[in-house]
């Protein structure tokens, strides 16, 4: 015991008592600031910038140039929970003949004659206690555009709106959709 | 080491808590990625269960599961609830169908054998597959055709294509039911097997038939049996047993009664001949079935005590056994497993099958009852083809094309039929098969075929339940390897030799539902044809219907003077002991073993797994001054002998020892080709003189020992009294 009251400042235990006190509250009242700056600034926590693929896909030229509807890629929009992304045989139905030339698109080729799958980065992810279900939506009228943006002028797709539970509450409040909890979270 | 200070010592740990608080506290990566399929499995929703209902891979007596499928990946097998066979149980081979399914030592693709004689196989297409099929197969060769027992729309194409050649469909089942089936025929009338109705009886009268493990349809006599045991509102039933090694129903039994091979069939008339002698049931019962058989006067000869002797059951037993079956019924009688294996097996099938009719209990609710036969597009699974037309191969195999399919004769055929010779003398020799086996490794052309989860199919269910059953099989994945369906493979070579068409469609898919829609296409007349065979496919089949009472013959077409004194494969001196090979519950006949879980799943009784094991009586092995693990040579009269381990076992009787199939292979997956010894190899040819059906069970041998101990792999432990792991002995593979 010596020892270490050797290594600490002579003080009176009534010091000791206040210093630790004031201590306590600042410590305290900055975790608690931090936490309500961080709540206030949150944007949903996904929006970031459009990210590099492994095939640079041009949204903009399939969706957009050539008006290819969403739903003939992403088929299980209509009748799952994922949109899902195509497979490279699905690619392979028009790029076995078109763009042969195109450098992505040999890229796209090698993975397919290997069977290898491409590892696409993920643009939009939702948390893991939600449960989303593209097909109710889809169903219900919505557009693909009211999420997920203008896809067809994105040359490589990015998240254009937060996501965050306030959108969905907003909307389905507008829509009259369910509110209770457990209709979206798990 | 430098002697360290408290300032340093102070300085370190906070430079660790504050350097761990920036890692910690650092933003992660939450770059997420997300794979395409390379080819999309079909009617998947990504992420989530998808449930087919399909045929069971691996078992033939007409089972429906449903497989959950993720992303195009089949994950788990359940039983179908609503299929009337299983009621949403499985058999334990069942469950073993998702392994086999990823198994990695499947066959993958067509393969032609460069030389007769050697292993040297080279890869090819199956463009080139069929042609060589389609010019070998053929005239001038005589064509033969070995399945397991196909039925259904497969069993149609094949039958057209057999037809067209003018050549022969042999049925191969390895611990064959020929004399079943015999028997049936002649005390019934019919060729499908009836509905033993076990839930409804109060007793069951069981010579040999472990029908809760491995007998015709064990998964619905199971469930049956559980009621027959403790069904709400009713007495307990009464089993008994009579065989020459216990069995897993014979651990269940109420009374277990040790027989010698070969009498079971004497016993039976003599348990007949108490009922009808003290009239224990009334003549007006069985009056006429008795005098189609012979009378009173042929009976006479099965007095209990003159029964008693040969047969090794008192004729103490014998009286009460006949007194207990006429007072508690309705009863059933059946028999099967070594008691029909024998020499006189389908007259000692049908000597069981007429206490049905002694007691008055055939048509009756819980006793013997009729199915109604299937529809005649999906014919019943086709029964075994008798080993004396194997053996007979041999005779002229130079001038003989061979297609063998879903079979492994060569495995399960004994060394003495010949049947390796006659592969290496035929003239061509293809095998179509999941895995390699015995017999593909004989043949010139290997066709690879797919698995039962990757195809389609239907069939009709022998063993019904009084119903007319048709089950329907559809692909669960996309095929794992370049395989395709038997069905696929006839329908494309048979109009290679006829012009005749028997079935229009280019495709298994396309037959079987052009089947169904005539069948069953309005079944549900509100909705389309189209959309009543998506109904049948989702639920797994059709079941409805009842047999006519009448459709069993008026009275039994055998005589009692057939059933004659058995015979045996070596003399009891040379040959001590009664050889009975039996089937176990996972393994099966063989076929299975490529499964290690079917492997790994202990028998019932002796808990042993992965090897081969011969039960001996321990007075016996105290005797032969054998302990277990103790490797032995069970030696034929054939000469040929097998090597094993002792499993010394009380309910062994004395001179029987009991060996399980399925062990052995030298062909197969990883996980199988050197496990155990192959019994079947060293049985003698004897054959039930009124079928020619192997008499699997009536070949004696003796063993002779090596000297060496090798613990066997159990999962009990008799050395530990308190039964905890101490020297547990563990399996492990090489993988």
Known sequence: MESIRALLPRLTLRQLVVLSGIGVVLGAGGIATAAVLIFLGARGGTLRPAPEQPIAFDHARHAGELGIPCEFCHRGVETQAAATIPSLEQCMFCHAVVGKENPEVQLLAAHWEEGRAVDWVRVHRLPDHVRFVHEAHILAGLECSTCHGEVPTMKVVKQVENLNMGMCMACHREMSASLDCATCHK | ?735
């Open chain 2, 1 to 735: 080491m430098p002697r360290l200070d408290r300032r340093h010592f102070i300085i370190g740990v906070v430079g660790a808590v504050g350097g761990g608080l920036v890692v910690g506290c650092a933003k992660p990566d939450r770059k997420s990625r997300v794979q395409s399929f390379v080819l999309a499995p079909e009617q998947s929703l990504q992420g989530q269960n998808v449930w087919f209902a399909t045929a069971s891979a691996h078992v033939d007596w007409g089972e429906s599961v449903v497989v959950r499928t993720v992303d195009g990946r089949a994950k788990k097998v359940e039983g179908n609830p609503e299929f009337p066979i299983n009621q949403g149980k499985t058999h334990v081979r069942s469950q073993a169908g998702v392994q086999s399914l990823y198994h990695p030592d499947r066959l993958k693709w067509p393969m032609r054998r460069r030389s007769r004689g050697s292993d040297d196989f080279e890869q090819i297409g199956w463009l080139s597959a069929l042609d060589i099929l389609a010019e070998n197969f053929g005239p001038p060769r005589d064509s033969i055709l070995i399945t397991g027992r196909i039925g259904g729309t497969t069993a149609r194409i094949a039958s057209w294509l057999m037809n067209s050649l003018g050549g022969r469909h042999l049925v191969y089942e390895p611990l064959e039911t020929t004399a079943l089936r015999e028997s049936i025929r002649k005390v019934f009338g019919v060729e499908q097997t009836p509905h033993f109705d076990i839930g409804n009886a109060h007793y069951v009268l069981s010579f040999g038939a472990d029908f809760l493990g491995t007998w015709v349809s064990p998964v619905q006599y199971s469930m049956a049996y559980s009621r027959f045991r403790h069904g709400a509102g009713r007495e307990r039933g009464l089993l008994t047993q009579i065989e020459p090694r216990m069995s897993m129903t014979g651990s269940n039994a109420d009374r277990w009664v040790y027989i010698n091979p070969g009498h079971e069939g004497a016993v039976a008339l003599s348990i007949a001949h108490v009922i009808v002698r003290e009239g224990l049931v009334g003549e007006d019962v069985w009056g006429a079935a008795l005098e189609a058989v012979g009378g009173r006067d042929a009976l006479a000869r099965y007095a209990p005590e003159a029964v008693a002797g040969a047969s090794g059951v008192s004729a103490e037993d014998i009286k009460t056994m006949a007194h207990e079956f006429a007072s508690h019924q309705p009863g059933i009688a059946i028999a099967g497993g070594p008691a029909l294996a024998q020499t006189n097996g389908s007259d000692a099938g049908a000597a069981v099958l007429l206490l049905n009719r002694i007691v008055g209990s055939v048509g009756e609710a819980g006793g013997v009852l009729p199915n109604p036969g299937p529809p005649r597009a999906v014919p019943l699974p086709m029964g075994p083809t008798p080993y004396s037309e194997f053996a007979a191969l041999a005779g002229s195999a130079s001038s003989q094309s061979i297609f063998v399919y879903d079979a492994d004769p060569a495995y399960g055929l004994p060394e003495a039929a010949g049947f390796k010779r006659t592969l290496t003398e035929a003239g061509f020799v293809v095998s179509m098969s999941t895995f390699m086996n015995e017999t593909s490794s004989y043949a010139d052309l290997i066709l690879p075929s797919t698995h039962p989860f990757e195809e389609w199919g239907d069939f009709a269910v022998d063993a019904a339940d009084g119903r007319q059953v048709v089950g329907y099989q559809q692909p669960v994945v996309t095929p794992q390897t370049d395989g395709r369906s038997f069905g696929d493979v006839l329908l494309a070579i048979t109009p290679e030799f006829t012009d005749d068409v028997l079935v229009s469609s280019e495709t298994m898919h396309e037959a079987v539902r052009l089947t169904a829609i005539n069948l069953f296409g309005d079944l549900d007349p509100t909705i389309s044809p189209d959309e009543n065979w998506i109904e049948l496919l989702r639920r797994g089949g059709y079941w409805e219907g009842g047999a006519q009472p009448d459709q069993f013959s008026s009275s039994p077409a055998w005589s009692i003077d057939s059933l004659q004194a058995p015979s045996f494969s070596g003399d009891a001196p040379q040959f001590p002991f009664q050889l009975v090979p039996f089937e176990t519950v996972s393994v099966g006949a063989g076929a299975e073993a490529v499964n290690p879980w079917l492997q790994a799943a202990p028998d019932p009784l002796t808990t042993v797994t992965w090897t081969t094991w011969v039960e001996i009586n321990p007075h016996t092995a105290e005797k032969l001054g054998l302990k277990r693990g103790d490797l032995v040579d069970v030696i034929a009269p054939t000469g040929e002998k097998i090597r094993a381990g002792i499993y010394d076992s009380p309910v062994v009787p004395p001179d029987v020892i009991g060996v399980p199939v399925g062990g052995g292979r030298e062909q197969g997956g990883r996980w199988d080709v050197g496990q155990g010894a192959n019994v079947l190899s060293i049985l003698s040819p004897q054959v039930d003189s009124a079928t020619g059906a192997l008499a699997w069970a009536a070949t004696r041998a003796r063993l002779q020992k090596v000297g060496k101990n090798r613990e066997l792999p159990t999962f009990e432990f008799f050395d530990d009294p308190r039964n905890d792991e101490k020297g547990a002995p563990v399996k492990v593979t090489s993988e």
